[in-house]
C-alpha cells in the first residue's frame, strides 16, 4: 500500500529540516528518568542526557515507574475517559488537593475552583476569557447604574434643572464635541454616544516584557516575541508590555489605559457631569520566572510592587506556573516564594507527569463566576485518565512532607554551582548564570563579531543557541535546548531525580564546547 508520501515529509517537513541542519533531527525511541535513547545507524541504543523534557514538563522525570504503573491499571480498570456532562469526583479531589498546597504556600484560606484544560495555553485561555468575563459583568453594573443616573437627570432636565459647565462638562465637549450652553437634550444625546463608543472597546491586558504564554489566538497576544506574536494581531485582546523593573512603569500603564465613561448627577443646584472610572484592563498576567524570556526570576520587590499597582485598581492577577509550577523552583508554586497572590494560577506541562496531557486554572472565589463553568468546556479536559494522574503526580510531590520540593531546590543549587564554576573560568564566553530551583539559564555572550565565520553568522541570525544544543547532542550526548525568545541562552530544567553523574556529564560537554567557542572553531560546531 502507499504511504501516501512520496517521500516526502508531510509531518512539519520545514522544521524537520532545520533540525536536521543544526544537528538537532534525531528520533527518539524510548525515555527514562533523565534519558531519551535513540539508534543509531548500527541498530544500537544510544542514552542521552536530556536537561530539558517537554520545556520544563518532566519534573518527575520521563516513564516515571509509579505513574507508568497507575497508568496502566487506570487502563486495565477501563477507566472512562469520555463522559462530559457527568460527575467527576477525582477532579475534585485533585482541586481539593491543590488547595490545601495553595493555602500552605500563600498563608490564606480563600477557595480557588479549577476548570480544567488540555495545554497550557489553554489554561491562560481560560484565564483570560474568565476575566473577561468578569470585566464585562463589571461593565454591565457600571452602565445599567449610569442608565439609572441619566434617566434622573433627564426627568430633572425636564423639570427645568440646567447642567453645570465645569470641568468634567469640558472633557465631555472635547469627547463628543458640545459646547457650554448647548441643550440639555444634546448633552445627554453626547453622553449615550460617547459611552456606547468606550464601552464596547476591546479589552487590554498587561504583561512584562519579555512574557511567554503560548501561542493559541488569545495567549500568542501575550507572548511578547513579535514573530510569534504580529502575524495574528488582528485577532484578539491586545497586550501592553511593561518593563516593570522600572519602578514607575507599570503605575504610569494603568493610568495611560485609564478610560472613563460619562454620567450625569442631579444635584442641589442642577446637573452635573461626572467621570466614572472604565474597567478597561482585563488582568495583568506574568511568569514568576520567565521562561522564554531567557530564565528570569522576579525579586520579590517588584512582584510585591505589581501586586501593590493591581490591587489599587482591582486588576486581577494571573500567575502562570504552566512551567515554574509543580516543584521546580523548590516550592509547588514559585510565585509563593515572592509573596505574589494570584486572582489566578495555570497549571499544564509536568501536572501530567511527563505522561498525560493535563492542565487547569485555578480561579479565586472573590472573582469567580459559577455561570462561567457553562461558557468554556473541551472534549478531553477533566477526563479521569490524565486528572487522576495529575493527582497522583500531585501525590508523589506531597510525599514525605515535600521530600521532592527539597531535593528540587538541593539538585538545582548543585547544578547551579557547578554552572558558575565554568563562568568563572570562562567569563569571556559565558555572560549569566541564573535561575530558581531545577529551572537555569545559562547565557552565552554575544558571538556576532566572530573571526569565525559560522559562528558569527549563526550568531546574527539568532540561531547559536540551537548550534550549541546541536554540538552538545552530537558530541556529548547532552540534550539542551534555548530559550524561545533568547536564544543564547540554554535552558536547563530536569527531573529532580538527576544525578550527581549527570552533573559530572554536563560539566565534561560544557567544557568541551566552552573550549570550542573561546577558541572560535566554528566546523567543530557544525554536523559533519
Ligand atoms: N505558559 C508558559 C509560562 C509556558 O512556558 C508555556 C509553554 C505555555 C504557557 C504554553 O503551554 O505549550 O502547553 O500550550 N512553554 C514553552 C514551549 C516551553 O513552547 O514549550 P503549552
Known amino acids: ?41 548500527a541498530g544500537a541504543e544510544v542514552a542521552v542526557l536530556d536537561l530539558v523534557g517537554g520545556y520544563g514538563s518532566t519534573i518527575v522525570g520521563h516513564n516515571h515507574p509509579e505513574i507508568v504503573r497507575y497508568a496502566k491499571q487506570l487502563l486495565d480498570q477501563g477507566v472512562p475517559v469520555h463522559a462530559q456532562f457527568s460527575r467527576h469526583p477525582y477532579a475534585n479531589d485533585l482541586a481539593g488537593r491543590l488547595n490545601t498546597i495553595l493555602h500552605r504556600e500563600f498563608g490564606t484560606t480563600e477557595a480557588y475552583s479549577a476548570l480544567f484544560a488540555n495545554s497550557g495555553a489553554e489554561a491562560v485561555e481560560i ?19 449610569i442608565g439609572r443616573g441619566v434617566e434622573a437627570a433627564r426627568a430633572a432636565i425636564d423639570r427645568g434643572a440646567v447642567v453645570a459647565v465645569d470641568e468634567a462638562y469640558h472633557r465631555l465637549g472635547v469627547a463628543a464635541g458640545v459646547s457650554p450652553g448647548a441643550a440639555p437634550e444634546a448633552v445627554v444625546a453626547a453622553i449615550v454616544r460617547v459611552n456606547g463608543e468606550r464601552a464596547t472597546a476591546a ?62 448627577v442631579v444635584a442641589a443646584g442642577g446637573v452635573r457631569v461626572v467621570e466614572r472610572d472604565l474597567p478597561v484592563i482585563a488582568a495583568f498576567i506574568l511568569e514568576p520566572v520567565q ?45 509563593s516564594h515572592l509573596g505574589l497572590r494570584g486572582d ?3 497549571l499544564a506541562k509536568s501536572l ?19 455561570e462561567f463553568e457553562l461558557a468554556h468546556s473541551s472534549t478531553f479536559a477533566k477526563d479521569a485518565f490524565s486528572t487522576l494522574i495529575a493527582g497522583r503526580v500531585v501525590d508523589l510531590l506531597e510525599a514525605d512532607d515535600g521530600a521532592l520540593y527539597r ?10 554551582a557547578m554552572l558558575r564554576t565554568l563562568q568563572d573560568e570562562f567569563g569571556t564566553v559565558v555572560e549569566d548564570v541564573r535561575g530558581a530551583g531545577l529551572m537555569i539559564g545559562l547565557e552565552f555572550r554575544d558571538r556576532s563579531d566572530s573571526p569565525s565565520g559560522i559562528i558569527a553568522e549563526q550568531s546574527r541570525a539568532g540561531l547559536l543557541g540551537y548550534l550549541l544544543s546541536g554540538y552538545l547532542l552530537r558530541v556529548h550526548a547532552i540534550r539542551v535546548l534555548p530559550t524561545a525568545s ?20 554536563l560539566e565534561k560537554g560544557l567544557r568541551g564546547l566552552l573550549v570550542v567557542l573561546r577558541e572560535h572553531d566554528g566546523a567543530a560546531l557544525l554536523p559533519a
Not at 533568547?486 to 556529564?505: C, G, H, K, W
Open 1 to 41: 500500500m502507499s504511504s501516501g508520501n512520496d517521500g516526502r515529509e508531510l509531518a512539519e517537513g520545514y522544521l524537520g529540516g532545520l533540525l536536521e541542519s543544526l544537528g538537532l533531527g534525531v528520533h527518539y525511541s524510548r525515555a527514562e528518568r533523565d534519558a531519551l535513547f535513540y539508534r543509531d545507524a
Open 127 to 145: 484565564a483570560m476569557k474568565h476575566a473577561e468575563f468578569d470585566r464585562v459583568a463589571k461593565l454591565t453594573a457600571l452602565t445599567a447604574e
Open 203 to 264: 479589552p487590554i491586558f498587561l504583561a512584562p516584557e519579555g512574557s511567554f504564554h503560548g501561542k493559541l489566538v488569545g495567549s500568542v497576544q501575550l507572548t511578547h516575541n513579535a514573530g510569534f506574536r504580529e502575524p495574528f494581531r488582528s485577532m484578539a485582546a491586545q497586550c501592553r508590555f511593561v518593563p516593570v523593573h522600572e519602578p514607575e512603569a507599570l503605575a504610569k500603564a494603568v493610568e495611560s489605559a485609564r478610560t472613563t465613561l460619562f454620567d450625569l
Open 291 to 335: 521562561g522564554e524570556a531567557g530564565i528570569r526570576p522576579f525579586d520579590r520587590e517588584t512582584a510585591q510592587r505589581i501586586q501593590r499597582v493591581c490591587a489599587a485598581v482591582d486588576c486581577p492577577i494571573i500567575v502562570d506556573e504552566v512551567q515554574s509550577g509543580m516543584g521546580r523552583t523548590g516550592a509547588f508554586f514559585a510565585s
Open 344 to 346: 489566578y494560577y495555570t
Open 352 to 370: 501530567g507527569g511527563g505522561l498525560a496531557k493535563a492542565a487547569l486554572t485555578l480561579i479565586r472565589d472573590s472573582r469567580y463566576h459559577r
Open 407 to 416: 531535593l528540587a531546590a538541593e539538585r538545582g543549587e548543585r547544578l547551579t
Open 486 to 505: 533568547a536564544t543564547n541562552t540554554l535552558r536547563i530544567e530536569p527531573s529532580v531525580y538527576v544525578t550527581d553523574d549527570d552533573i559530572a556529564l
